[in-house]
């Protein structure tokens, strides 16, 4: 895979199939996986959407995601958002192009596979619809300095892991998100290790152990109370 995979062009990306089938892609410069290997689309059914999003009660809902990456998560919020009105926000610092997301296999029917590539063609830094009742606005953006202006009720923590990406599980991070979570608002995340559990409770969430999706006995959801 060659480098126009990505807007930003200083990292390379590989396509990988992972266990159940569905693509993932992988970056030799970190050694890093944006998925599991043990089933991306089943990991993120099992991380992101059945404890969160379903969990959810409102109707009305923001959700924030750390990482759009491939848009699985994305993608898979809006084929099942049923009745729910939603408002969604991915933050990515390494977009990969909409060509790039035509070879990637999350689809599994030709409307779905027109939804995928709606997703990856709707413009950068601006709301826009993505179906009715769903508007994703996909920002080119880094955590670490960008600036929230609303409110949100669920969290997608999908950034690299802590051995990556140590700056992206500290307090300061935790806090932010912490502070922008409307309550009750719900984070989960793939991680479970003890120190992200500790730090997530140092900033004010109760955070659960959930059984983890394959290949990883557990991880969190942390609740704003």
């Given at each position: 895979?060659?480098?126009?995979w990505?807007?930003?062009?200083?990292?390379?990306?590989?396509i990988?199939?992972?266990?159940?089938?569905?693509?993932?892609?992988f970056?030799?410069?970190?050694?890093?996986?944006?998925?599991?290997?043990?089933?991306?689309?089943?990991?993120?059914?099992?991380?992101?959407?059945?404890?969160?999003?379903?969990?959810?009660?409102?109707?009305?809902?923001?959700?924030?995601?750390?990482?759009l990456?491939?848009?699985?998560?994305?993608?898979?919020?809006?084929?099942?958002?049923?009745?729910?009105?939603?408002f969604?926000?991915?933050?990515?610092?390494?977009?990969?192009?909409?060509?790039?997301?035509?070879?990637?296999?999350?689809?599994?029917?030709?409307?779905?596979q027109?939804?995928?590539?709606?997703?990856?063609?709707?413009?950068?830094?601006?709301?826009?619809?993505?179906?009715?009742?769903?508007?994703?606005?996909?920002?080119?953006?880094?955590?670490t300095?960008?600036?929230?202006?609303r409110?949100?009720?669920?969290?997608y923590?999908?950034?690299?892991?802590?051995?990556?990406?140590?700056e992206?599980?500290?307090e300061?991070?935790?806090?932010?998100?912490y502070?922008?979570?409307n309550?009750d608002?719900?984070?989960?995340?793939?991680?479970?290790?003890?120190?992200?559990?500790?730090?997530?409770?140092?900033?004010?969430?109760?955070?659960?152990?959930?059984?983890?999706?394959?290949g990883?006995?557990?991880?969190?959801?942390?609740?704003?109370?």
């Amino acid at each position: 895979m060659n480098n126009n995979w990505l807007k930003d062009q200083s990292r390379k990306v590989e396509i990988k199939v992972s266990a159940d089938g569905s693509h993932t892609l992988f970056v030799p410069e970190l050694d890093e996986h944006y998925h599991s290997v043990n089933g991306a689309y089943n990991e993120s059914m099992h991380v992101f959407i059945e404890p969160a999003l379903q969990f959810c009660q409102k109707a009305s809902v923001s959700i924030l995601e750390i990482g759009l990456g491939t848009g699985l998560n994305a993608f898979l919020s809006a084929i099942n958002q049923g009745d729910k009105t939603i408002f969604y926000h991915a933050l990515e610092k390494y977009p990969i192009t909409p060509e790039a997301a035509s070879h990637l296999n999350f689809a599994k029917a030709e409307a779905e596979q027109q939804l995928f590539t709606r997703l990856h063609e709707l413009p950068w830094n601006e709301a826009a619809e993505l179906q009715p009742g769903f508007t994703l606005l996909k920002d080119e953006a880094d955590l670490t300095n960008i600036t929230f202006d609303r409110p949100y009720d669920l969290v997608y923590f999908d950034a690299f892991a802590p051995e990556v990406q140590p700056e992206m599980w500290g307090e300061a991070i935790f806090q932010k998100i912490y502070k922008a979570m409307n309550n009750d608002g719900i984070l989960t995340t793939y991680c479970a290790k003890g120190v992200v559990r500790r730090t997530m409770q140092a900033v004010g969430f109760t955070v659960e152990r959930l059984p983890g999706p394959k290949g990883k006995r557990e991880m969190l959801r942390a609740v704003k109370k």
